[in-house]
């Protein structure tokens, strides 16, 4: 699970973003947006298709600041990876 994306971001941009390094490495993507503002919910889900990529996917996105990773962004949020309760 990918916390705390700012709400802005589209789930084109996010898939961007994670394609950059780790095209072809995963086998679901889900992030849900409100349907009446159609923003993101800050949230999204993400499964590796194999445990090998589940270190270094965390090594590259847990605890980064948004702004730091992406141009234009004036988020102070701070990305966290967790495994998600399902």
Same mark, same amino acid.
């Given at each position: 699970m990918i916390r705390n994306i700012p709400i802005k971001f589209t789930q084109i941009e996010m898939l961007d973003?994670? #394609?950059q390094k780790f095209k072809d490495q995963y086998d +679901?993507?889900?992030l849900p947006k409100d349907l009446k503002t159609q923003c993101g919910v800050g949230f999204a889900f993400i499964n590796m298709s194999s445990s090998l990529?589940?270190?270094d996917f965390l090594f %590259?996105? #847990?605890c980064i600041k948004w702004s730091d990773k992406i141009e234009k962004c004036n988020s #102070?949020?701070?990305? %966290?990876?967790? +495994?998600?309760n399902v």
């Open positions: 973003i994670i #394609n +679901y993507f889900y990529f589940i270190l %590259e996105f #847990n #102070n949020k701070h990305c %966290e990876i967790t +495994y998600a």
